[in-house]
């Protein structure tokens, strides 16, 4: 047991040894909680509005008023002929242009039908189809003011309830995601660097004659990581509680038990890969690349994995992350017992086991 | 001289098995399935519904949520409980509840209620659903206007603004024509700003750089070396991005293709530069890789790739005024889905130029003979 610890504070000191990497690993979870909480969204804001109206009666203008009033747009420019549209749009001086046709009050009034054309640069799909939505609303509200005098026959009115997030914020979903990431960042990547390079540098052979069994050395490099990422997910927490107001609904414990199956899978794809490199190149670019990258984007931390077409989706199955991330969503922000995620834990559970009998294999057959 | 330094670094490249087959396959297999991945549409919500009035109006309602694109529906049951089960099992993302007297109240006073709960724990997902699930709504009552209501009351026509809708530029709203662009930046950022911010800290580490600095080498052949073998790589991965996004996914770019590479020059050496900068700076390789993923991602949320940068805050788009990969992600897209060319572009080109000519210089100045 002695022996044991001396060889985990010998880690400690190795890891202490480098403070630029130490800094950065306590800091990355700070930056993305902050990027992500107040920098990233997806909400479409400050929309550059340009209008053709050809007609400039008290319809139109009453639409324009009211267009111009909503907080999300400005009108930045009344434009005069409908061609200067696509020249707006080349320079990316506007979002959306609103044109509408010649008489529109009267035909408004006469034939019951006027119309309006909204035009916006579709390059990225989801600002636009977000704008044209506003928009249309806002027209559709206008319809109604104008239309007091008409009573709508038959109306249905949705009464809309947003479930356990009602404010719709966006950290609610990422906050689960950037745990996931520093997660595997940590344990996985700098665990899998740090045993491929005592074995680049030839100390390993040192390690390996010395009377602990191999198991305790990797075990004792994988502790200052494993304590690294505690007091990541400790930061992540109270960060996200006190800066960005999303609470932990459900229990914290079942929260941390989750979390510490999570990095013991994550310890041992860690492992798995130091024992298929041999340099720290590859170790580095295995873990930053071939792991991080469809980590990020795989797990549903920012784009909904269920869209995925079929084979992509059975991809995403194996992702730990993904299995993690359900988790923290259920226990942190649905506020879900332990019965709820069953299926998770028990996946992830097989998963560990599964790389542990595999990287311990792997292990023992190169050193023979 | 140089061109056996330009000789050694490809042979250092490719002594190592790794990195070539990397270089090959990583964009290969990112092409095939991140823009698969990257999507933020929101389709298939699994929808529940709580049929408390089982008349014919519910049903109709039923049938025509069912029939639609967007949803999917797991189940219908006249229990609000049960249908909360489903969501929090994660079976179901949005309940719509009809009352008990639905059909009553809609044929009696011509107005009824209709309760939705989306599960929002994914804001936008929620939010979409329930405006779908809204607007499905209202085309249920403008159909029942019509097919149930008596001719006779339809007389008073209510008028009403016809709204025509385009899209400019990608008028099928294509997702992956959005991506497909920007995630060759992606690429091209990770390949050509990883490699070579491992490689003078490798020769550090391994000590073959002392054998370097005993010779009268200048700083600036030296680090032009190195970044040259980059700058054909980059070339490599980018000829590789646009034969697969033309052959899979049949996107050109509808500008000029030599816009592209021009860009991709300047850029791969600005990359390239500021992964030698941090090398420089490193002791350790484990150390470059951190703090060059550290600056990656940064850089990349905050360079409009996944987000729009018109929706931060003032000082996050201050930020990326300074940031390369804003720049190159406009360039590609534009020229990608607008055509744009050139004198379109002269700010973005202008920017990524000083950004290359500084940030080289950096890597030169900081490159330490003695140490």
Redesign the interface.
Known sequence: MKQFLSFVTKEFYHIAR?K??IL??L??PI??II??G?????????IRMAVFDPSKDEVTQKIIDKLDANEYINVVSVIDHPED??SA???GKA?IAVIFNQHFSDN??HT??????????????????IL??YV?NI??A??QE??VQ?K???????????????????A??FVPGVMGLILM?ICAMMTS??IV?EKEMGTMEVLLVSPMKPIYIIVAKAIPYLVLSCINIITILLLSVYVLNVPVAGSLTLLFGISLLFILVSLTIGLLISTI?K????A???S???LM??TI??SGM???T????FL?EC?THIIPAKWYI?CV??IM??G?GFT?VLKEVGILLVMATVLLIISLKKFNDRLE | MIKYLIEKEFKQIFRNSFIPRLIIAYPIFMMLILPWAADLEIKNINLYIVDNNHSQYSRQLTQKAAASDYFRLTDVSSSYDEAIKSVERGDADIIMEIPANFEQDLIKSGNTKLLISANAVNGTKGGLGSSYLSSMITDFTADIKDKWIQPQKKEAITPSIKIETQYRFNPHLDYKAFMIPALMVMLLTILCGFLPALNIVGEKEKGTIEQINVTPVKKFTFIIAKIIPYWIIGFMVITICFGLAALVYGLMPIGHLSTIYLIVLLYVLTISGFGLVISNYSDTMQQAMFVMWFFVLILMLLSGLFTPINSMPHWAQIITDFNPLKYFVQVMRAVYLKGSGIMDLIPQISALMIFMVLINSWAVVSYRKKS
């Open positions: 480098d630029r990497t950065i690993l800091g990355i930056v993305q990027l992500f107040f920098a990233i969204t997806t909400e479409v804001k400050d549209i696509e749009f080349r320079k979002d408004y009034r019951g039908e006027a119309s309006v054309q909204l035009i916006t640069d579709g390059t990225d799909p989801n600002t636009a189809s044209t939505g249309t027209l559709m206008a319809q104008i239309n008409y709508s026959p038959l109306s249905i009115t949705p009464e809309v309830k947003l479930l356990y997030n009602p404010g719709m914020k966006g609610y979903n960042l660097i740090s390079r490199v340099t720290q190149v590859a580095m670019l295995a930053g690349m071939v990258l469809p984007l795989l920012i784009y909904p269920e869209n995925m077409p992509l991809i359900i969503k259920k922000v649905e879900l709820f």
